[in-house]
């Protein structure tokens, strides 16, 4: 009954609202760039202004997030760069539905032939195209794509020996995970944490009917994430934590660095969250 409601309701919000978020994307969201070298088993293949993370494994490769449809081919080129074969990514991982990460998941899919593993609390957005929530920048759909694996908090994904732990941080999506792995480098364990988003970014924190836990799911999520141990942060938005500049400076390993980003944001949240308040209530 309520999908019923919304597929009604949501198409004319779409047509108004897609075109005015067009114009506001920024620039570096598209413009390619080489893949750069991260750390161990881990490339970055995305544009300058959005992340995917390549993780090459001796039974294929692992892709975290797709970034924009009009990106894949140029992620397609980074990962072929590489030497890996487009067959040979078994497996996307998603940080969260949202276009500017989810909507080449599609295109990636086809042309890897990849199972698509995704926060259960995103999958309907996911299968469907249409972002979870309610934001003050309307809907702004993403071509449809199947998620072969639902994960909950705690689940792993394991390829060719490298094992993913799904971290659940929802707030900015209600299927918004993090995604953690332990890497040993000159026989020291390393903490990479590839953060989801705990930015407000436009959600409706207050009258949010279609995700009414979204403050709560917030507020846990930044405590959650604040705590985390991370020696290596590699987030969907790379300039979040400088992902490009510190690879150049050879500065990748920054323990701190999560708890420093994560309590920036719930700054920003609580600012934003008082702000939304006034004029909800
Ligand atoms: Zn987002």
Partial sequence: MKRLLLAAVLPAAVLLAAPAAAQLDPPAWTR???PV??????????TQGLA????????GAILID??????????????????????DVKLILVSHAHFDHAAGLAAMRRDTGAQ???GAGDVEALETGIPPGETNYGVVRFPAVPVARRVRDGDKVTLGGVTLRAVATPGHTPGCFTWTMRIAQRGRPLDIVFPCSVTVAGNKLFGNARYPRIVQDYRASIARLAALHADVVLPAHPEMADVLER???????APGLLRQIV?????????E?????????
């Avoid at 995917?52 to 039974?59: F, V």
């Avoid at 309590?263 to 600012?271: G, H, I, M, S, V």
């Avoid at 969250?273 to 209530?281: C, V």
């Fill in 32 to 34: 390619p760039i080489p």
């Fill in 37 to 46: 070298r991260l750390i161990g088993p881990v490339d970055y293949v995305g």
């Fill in 52 to 59: 995917a993370y390549l993780i090459r494994t001796r039974d």
């Fill in 66 to 87: 797709a970034t924009m449809a009009e990106n894949a081919p140029a992620i397609e080129r980074n990962i072929q760069a590489l030497g890996v074969r487009l067959r």
């Fill in 116 to 118: 698509v593993v995704a």
């Fill in 247 to 253: 690879a150049k400076a050879g500065t990748l390993v």
């Fill in 263 to 271: 309590l920036k944001a719930r700054d920003d949240f609580d600012r």
């Fill in 273 to 281: 969250w008082l702000r939304q308040g006034r004029t909800a209530r």
